[in-house]
Nanobody, 123 residues
Framework: QVQLVESGGGLVQPGGSLRLSCAAS????????MGWHRQAPGKQRELVAS???????NYADSAKGRFTISMDNAKNTVYLQMTSLKPEDTAVYYC?????????????????WGQGTQVTVSS
């Protein structure tokens, strides 16, 4: 019903910047919240940042002050602007969305995940 497509990952030097994008598509849905999680090799997946459709944001301590999350409601797209990147930011970054569905078959609240995009911070 809802598909999430991420873009913007890649290789960047320490201290550099990247901007991740995630676009949601489908029909008969309303976005309640979107966010970014990341998973480094051998580690648990962790929240990086989230934002509600009303604009309320939440950041992990490691991200606050360096990363900024934003949402374009008209485009159903969430962004993560990452600056001052560190090697420990290296991970697969996953977009997720909490949505309300209203179709003939599916009604209620559902969570969707993107396929992930690799971010590598290395010199």
């Amino acid at each position: 019903q809802v598909q999430l497509v991420e873009s913007g990952g890649g290789l960047v030097q320490p201290g550099g910047s990247l901007r991740l994008s995630c676009a949601a598509s489908g029909s008969m849905f309303n976005i309640y919240k979107m966010g970014w999680h990341r998973q480094a090799p051998g580690k648990q997946r962790e929240l990086v940042a989230s934002i509600t459709s009303g604009g309320s944001t939440n950041y992990a301590d490691s991200a606050k002050g360096r990363f900024t999350i934003s949402m374009d409601n008209a485009k159903n797209t969430v962004y993560l602007q990452m600056t001052s990147l560190k090697p420990e930011d290296t991970a697969v970054y996953y977009c997720n969305a909490v949505v309300g569905l209203n179709t003939g078959n599916l009604k209620g609240t559902y969570v969707y995940w993107g396929q992930g995009t690799q971010v590598t911070v290395s010199s």
